[in-house]
């Protein structure tokens, strides 16, 4: 495409030239004399391909906070050089990328490449785009530029930060056949349980010589089984509340729960239990249970396409949750479907936990003098239902980070013990 | 219109903290070719009068909008000034200063070129300028030894420099017609 400088150069080209012969003027004539030879040099080879951009960005574990490796390459396949490409890129709000708001003017020489280098941090879980990018070639002198070449963005995917959660308390309902946790089942195991009369099918090396010498009967000693357990985490994706500050800043509900999720999935798959996901919201995609560091970076994978998913009208809890699954749900209990969602749950005797994710500062924004007191009496009213779930047995506990769900984690231990049925 | 004046001001004030030092040296010297190009050109009498601030301001047009028609006018200003000088001020056809003015011309009209497609907010490398700079003295230097071999070669046949003006300039006139050719057939 021709730029208004190969114009320029026509018009004062062919007006001095016809202003000298006109006139008859030699000096005009001259005047012109680098322009012609300027252009004469420029044109003589012409670019016929358009500049190939590529993006590349890393393709490693990168954790929120982490540094990012993203580049550009223009490459050249012509065999003219270009004299400038101007590339410029757009990137996610959340990469901090050095000088990625500006555009790049480098030189791409022919057949060849050229390369920018764009260090930079990730500020937030999920999936950061870098790019799209476009490049803008001139060449001959800026004579022709081509048309800007537009190359689609290439996604970073930045996994969330995880505090380091332990929960010591046993776990609610053991349901596999396998695994760390002592079960209330009598089995092979490591935990004992008592010691009874020797029964065909028992082991020999079971027997417990001490009392069996003292009862002069044959004892064993049993071990309750070691069993492993389901968790699903319920995420509450029904609205997004709070701001997100990225990793250094403050924490929307989001974050929490992802980060929360991805804490209480990697203490519980390292155990060797088995964590299943759901999401509470309009698409409410699961993740099946399985165990294992897979299913840790399966889990991870999952959280980067949490959104938040509102939904009209009034839905109910899906009903294949395991009636034996230590049922965490994160929520920041804004919305009341969630609060009916919690007590159906605790209603059909799923062992369950609440997290209250929503942020202590969040507030909405002050619209008149009205606000503040109206801001007030809803905190007020969220207490009330928090109370209320307590009162009905769901254990509700603000997410701190590790040891967040110890306490509750015994009670709800302790109910389990309990016959079940009401 | 008040408002719409202090968003401009608000948007040249962004504009202006965002630029970085090769595209403002630039267009610096696009502005000061411009301006010694003109200086070269016209009169001398007309330049010391109140016509130097208003050259000035016609040679920053450029500099500020390196895309639009201000490089073609300030070049057709100082052809003008030019033939002003050297037809009604009757003043003598120097070598240095038909040196000079073309290629304070070029150097203007090629620097314009790459600061129309540089924008004033890029990070560039050094060897943008280095080639593109590179290039124009190469053009310079050609058509210097041009002008000294045609001004001497004027000189030596004495009143016959009509005939070598219609000569060359008839070749040069078949040469960009020959090259507007090739753009259209290209296009």
């Known amino acids: ?422 | 219109m008040l408002s719409s004046i202090t968003a401009r001001a608000g948007h040249l004030r962004k504009v202006l903290s965002r630029a970085t030092a090769v595209p403002i040296m630039i267009r610096f010297s696009v502005w000061l070719t411009g301006l010694l190009a003109l200086g070269v050109a016209w009169p001398a009498p007309l330049l010391a009068s109140r016509y130097l601030g208003l050259l000035a301001l016609l040679a920053l047009w450029p500099a500020l909008a390196p895309a639009g028609r201000g490089g073609t006018a300030v070049a057709l200003t100082a052809v003008g000034g030019w033939l002003l000088d050297t037809a009604g001020f009757d003043a003598r056809v120097a070598l240095w200063r038909v040196l000079a003015l073309a290629a304070l011309l070029y150097l203007a009209h090629t620097l314009t070129a790459l600061a129309a497609v540089l924008p004033i907010d890029s990070i560039v490398n050094l060897d943008v300028p280095g080639v593109w700079l590179g290039r124009a003295g190469v053009v310079i230097l050609i058509s210097s030894v041009l002008t000294v071999l045609a001004l001497g070669l004027t000189a030596d046949l004495g009143g016959s420099a009509f005939q070598v003006a219609t000569l060359v300039g008839l070749a040069g006139a078949t040469a960009v017609t020959v090259l507007l050719a090739r753009m259209a057939r290209r296009e």
């Not at chain 1, 990469?95 to 937030?124: C, K, M």
């Not at chain 1, 165990?291 to 939904?311: F, N």
Request: aromatic share 4%; proline share 6%.
């Open chain 1, 1 to 422: 495409m021709p730029t208004r400088a190969l114009g320029r150069t026509v018009l004062l080209t062919g007006l001095l030239l016809l202003l000298g012969v006109a006139l008859g003027r030699v000096d005009l004539v001259l005047l012109a004399a680098p322009f012609a030879i300027g252009a004469a040099i420029n044109l003589h080879r012409r670019p016929k391909a358009v500049p190939e951009v590529t993006i590349t960005a890393d393709e490693e574990h990168i954790v929120e906070g982490g540094e990012v490796e993203a580049g550009i390459t223009v490459a050249n396949p012509d065999v003219i050089g270009y004299d400038l490409v101007v590339v410029r890129t757009r990137t996610s709000p959340w990469l901090r990328l050095r000088h990625a708001d500006r555009p790049f003017a480098i030189t791409v020489p022919s057949d060849g490449w050229a390369a920018i280098d764009l260090p930079g941090e990730a500020l937030r879980w999920g999936r950061q785009d870098v790019g799209p990018a476009a490049a803008r070639a001139a060449a001959c002198g800026g004579l022709l530029a081509c048309r800007p070449i537009v190359t689609p963005a290439r996604g970073v995917r930045v996994y969330p930060v995880t505090e380091p959660f332990n929960a010591t308390e046993a776990m609610p309902a053991a349901a596999g056949l396998v695994g760390a946790h002592r079960s209330r089942r009598p089995g092979e195991g490591g935990e004992l349980a008592g010691v009874r009369q020797f029964a065909p099918g028992d082991r020999l090396r079971r027997i417990d010589w001490r009392v069996s010498l003292r009862t002069r009967d044959l004892h064993v000693a049993y071990t309750l089984s070691d069993r492993d357990a389901e968790v699903l985490l319920l995420l509450d994706v029904l609205g997004e509340v709070g701001l997100a500050g990225g990793v250094r800043g403050s924490s929307s509900v989001l974050d929490t729960t992802v980060r929360a999720a991805a804490a209480i999935a990697e203490h519980y798959l390292h155990r060797g239990d088995r964590v299943s996901l759901l999401e509470y919201g309009a698409s409410g995609r699961r993740l099946r249970a399985a165990s294992g560091r897979r299913q840790y970076l399966t889990v991870l994978e999952w959280l980067l396409d949490v959104r938040a998913d509102p939904v009209e009208e009034s839905f109910v809890v899906p009903h294949h949750i395991s009636s034996s699954a230590l049922v965490v749900v994160l929520t920041p209990l804004v919305d009341p479907r969630a609060a009916d969602m919690l007590a159906q749950l605790t209603q059909s005797g799923r062992y369950t936990v609440a997290v209250d994710t929503l942020p202590t500062d969040a507030a909405p924004p002050v619209r008149n003098q009205w606000t503040p007191a109206a801001s007030r009496l809803w905190r007020i009213e969220r207490e009330n239902v928090l109370g209320r779930l307590r009162e009905h047995g769901v254990p509700v506990v603000t997410w701190a980070g590790a040891g967040s769900l110890d306490l509750v984690l015994r009670d709800v231990a302790r109910m389990a013990s309990a016959p079940r049925g009401r």
